[in-house]
């Protein structure tokens, strides 16, 4: 698959950030306060080995968790972003 563009941004308000596919930022494939299994998401890591030429892209999360020993997990996720 070619053409698919995807970066790490900070969006205006400096406090969110995340994964974005598309021109200038387009459509957010996650973001800080966005869920993943059940657990807001405080941090997001994106480099540009995670996106590969099927279109898939990996990134790396921390997730606040209280039931986890430090308070926070790490987890590394694959997603597959609609481009239509």
């Not at 494939?29 to 898939?56: H, K, M, W, Y």
Request: hydrophobic share 40%; proline share 6%.
């Amino acid at each position: 698959m070619t053409g698919i563009v995807a970066s790490h941004a900070t969006l205006d308000d400096f406090e969110t950030s995340g994964v974005f596919v598309g021109p200038r930022a387009g459509r957010a494939v996650v973001r800080t306060g966005d869920v993943i299994d059940g657990d807001p998401v405080s941090n997001v890591v994106f480099c540009e080995e995670g996106l590969n030429d099927a279109g898939q892209l990996t990134y790396v999360a921390t997730l606040d968790d209280p039931e986890a020993p430090d308070g926070v997990r790490v987890v590394v996720v694959r997603a597959t972003p609609n481009q239509a």
